[in-house]
């Protein structure tokens, strides 16, 4: 479990350095651990980031370079969002069809933005932060770039810890 932390530490210091503005922190720390989530937080000038994060369980295909994927929810200390959650591939997304998350019988579909996939809206971040508290695993469908399909399945396991712990960091 401790090289899954170091290994994501290191995942999301490097998309946090090219997403982060000049001069701000791209060293995120982990302050905690629930089962199969993380919890980060991360100074981005003025302001500091929390949030929780996990690594998928099963990558489909096996054949091909994944890179690095996580989802991940985050909220920022100053109210500028709260509980957002994201999609993070290690390769481009190709815009259609989109990335969608499924938990149980319910189905998300996500925006792409080069690696990355987010919810459009912020009743549908709301109703999938809460099906992913009530869930035990998620499933994320994308489309890479180059076209290929791939499938996660990520652990929702420690989930609703991380959230609070996440949101208690950013008071």
């Known amino acids: 479990?401790?090289?899954?932390?170091?290994?994501?530490?290191i995942a999301l210091s490097t998309a946090l350095?090219?997403?982060?503005?000049?001069g701000a922190?791209?060293?995120?720390?982990?302050?905690?651990?629930?089962?199969?989530?993380?919890v980060y937080v991360n100074e981005v000038g003025d302001?500091?980031?929390?949030?929780?994060?996990?690594?998928p369980k099963e990558k489909e295909p096996s054949s091909v370079r994944h890179g690095d994927v996580y989802v991940m929810v985050a909220s920022w200390a100053s109210g500028a969002a709260s509980e957002q959650p994201s999609f993070m591939a290690g390769y481009p997304l190709r815009e259609s069809p989109d990335p969608q998350i499924?938990?149980?019988?319910?189905?998300?579909?996500?925006?792409?933005?080069?690696?990355?996939?987010f919810v459009?809206?912020?009743?549908?971040?709301?109703?999938?932060?809460?099906?992913?508290r009530r869930g035990t695993d998620m499933r994320l469908s994308a489309m890479s770039e180059r076209g290929t399909a791939t499938e996660y399945s990520f652990s929702l396991l420690g989930v609703s810890a991380a959230l609070d712990?996440?949101?208690k960091a950013c008071r």
């Open 1 to 9: 479990m401790r090289r899954a932390g170091r290994s994501l530490t």
């Open 17 to 22: 350095s090219v997403a982060l503005p000049q």
């Open 25 to 38: 922190s791209a060293t995120p720390e982990q302050i905690a651990t629930y089962r199969d989530w993380f």
């Open 47 to 55: 302001d500091k980031i929390c949030y929780a994060v996990t690594t």
């Open 102 to 117: 499924r938990i149980g019988s319910d189905r998300w579909d996500l925006f792409p933005s080069g690696n990355e996939g």
């Open 120 to 132: 459009e809206a912020s009743d549908e971040e709301r109703r999938l932060v809460a099906a992913m």
């Open 165 to 167: 712990r996440a949101s």
